[in-house]
């Protein structure tokens, strides 16, 4: 049976005393990196990795959250569902993959601000947000971890502008489909680039195809972009 080749490998991030929903995350994580590590070349984009991760925990978690129309015009007075499990989401901050807080849902009424009375199902509060970079084969190793970095400021800015940002929890996947010897010199001190700590809220993980390394230091750039 194929196993994962690190000890590192522990995305075990608590954010729910009475759901299981993060133990399905963390589940589908391990079966994610797994697969990517059984043949990196299977997947030949970050929308391949995108995608797969996605069908994963839309079927592994399998939870909807229902919204009812209080707002004149078409949508007044029906009930709407639509899983929590979502690409590209919320629209004001676009991460690849996020699970909507069905816990948070606001009322429709509260939320409608414009004759567009269906913006609220684009911009739901999100409680677990994950964001994927791809190193594909001849690019630069440490161009694309700085990518992933980025996204760790992404997630925090998020965060700070949510009232309850100790409850949201964040992922930097960074995939590298190919290690050149250059590249595994690199990796011997991997850990001690950067020099800003990983908020514990976020995991920041670098998949390539002999190991899973759990990075907790990175180089922060939250003005930049």
Partial sequence: MFRIKTNEFK????YMKKSSEIDVVNNMLEKFFESFQNNPFNYLYESDLQAYLYSLLDKGIDKTVKLKGEGKGLLDGHEFETSIVKTEYPSKMRFDIA??????????????????????????????????KYRQLGERLLDKINEAYADIDKIIKYMDETEKKEDIKGFSLYFVQYLTDADRKHLENIQDYGNDPVPENIGLYMITPDKVYNLRKYISRPNTG
């Fill in 11 to 14: 995305p075990k991030i608590n």
């Fill in 99 to 132: 699970l909507i807080d069905d816990h948070e849902a606001p009322d429709f009424k509260s939320v409608v601000r414009s004759k567009y009375h269906n913006e609220i199902f684009w911009v739901l509060p999100v409680k677990t947000a994950i964001e994927i």
